[in-house]
């Protein structure tokens, strides 16, 4: 107690300044994911949770059900994880892949001595400024069957409309590009400085010993890039993973269920039909530990590479 009241009168300043936030972090982040944990070990839904009817109340009738939920979700019991879940990884791998291939290239390329420069890295991060709910809604009213740009495009030509947002397959396309054209901006912004850093001594002496533009960007490029690669790799996967607001708001409730990932399916379960808070609340904490999981093997590998 003795050392806690010395360490309040030499740093009070610094708890003054770090309360705020702690008390942010606890109320927005930390009561909803240990209420969220407690619903994961019952059987609440809309029926049976506390209520106000008018002046009267109804108390709730929940019970605890133990590991019951994670044993109907991990066993397969329900039917619904393991299809979102292979979507899910279908959906992460294929996102981060495509943006992190596209942000090397263009970063590689702004990197380079070139006209207009300033202009195109604007144009660049121009997506990444730009709210996501307003560039999504901006795709979706490009991809309208009926009233799109792209149909409009294409009829120019003489090829009829297409339904771009109808359909398994060409909603799961949709939802990627999207999803691509978001993230981007972010991996050109994070490589570019990558690039930058890297000593400009380093490809000069590759390029006196012959080496060609493919050979020094395979040999010292993409290793130098590497601790950038790392972190915006994982960002990039914990972010896709989670990624609600892309296929919610593009695809709405036009939607086959296919196209679902974990974290839009537990959402359904809780805001649509009749709430289930209990599985809801599962599928976010599973969600959370296979996140969780990902980023300790991530971490663990990429050390045990610096070592070596």
């Known amino acids: 107690m003795q050392r806690l009241r010395r360490s309040w009168e030499r740093h009070w300043y610094a708890w003054a300044m770090v309360g705020p936030v702690v008390v942010v972090i606890a109320v927005l982040v930390l009561y909803p994911l240990l209420y969220g944990l407690f619903l994961s070990f019952t059987d609440a839904n809309e029926a049976n949770v506390a209520k106000n009817i008018g002046a ?40 981060v892949a495509f943006t992190y291939g596209i942000g090397v290239g263009l970063a590689v390329l702004l990197n380079r001595p070139i006209r207009g420069k300033i202009f195109y890295r604007l144009a660049l991060i121009l997506p990444w400024a730009v709210p996501n709910f307003i560039g999504v809604y901006a795709w979706r009213l490009m991809l309208n069957g009926q009233y799109g740009v792209f149909n409009r495009i294409i009829g120019l030509v003489g090829i009829p409309g297409q339904a771009w947002l109808d359909g398994e397959t060409a909603q799961k396309v949709a939802v990627i590009i999207v999803n691509v054209w978001l993230g981007v901006p972010f991996m050109v912004v994070a490589l570019l400085g990558g690039l930058q850093s890297i000593p400009a001594e380093l490809h000069e002496a590759g390029e006196m010993d012959g080496a060609s533009p493919w050979q020094r960007f395979r040999s010292i490029t993409l290793p130098s890039l590497r601790p950038v690669s790392s972190t915006v790799i994982l960002l990039g996967t914990i972010w896709t993973f989670n990624m609600f607001n892309v296929i919610y708001l593009l695809l709405g409730q036009n939607t086959t269920g296919s196209t679902d990932i974990l974290v839009t399916y537990g959402y359904n379960l809780v805001f649509n039909g009749v709430a289930n808070y209990s599985m809801g609340s599962t599928y976010g904490i599973v969600v959370l530990l296979i996140l969780l999981g990902f980023s300790i093997f991530y971490g663990r590998r990429q050390l045990k590479e610096e070592q070596l």
Do not use: E, K
């Open 56 to 95: 009267n109340h109804i108390p709730a009738t929940f019970h605890l059900v133990g590991l019951h939920n994670y044993w109907q979700v991990l066993s397969g019991a329900d039917g619904h994880f393991y299809p979102r879940l292979v979507w899910t990884i279908v959906w992460t791998v294929g996102c």
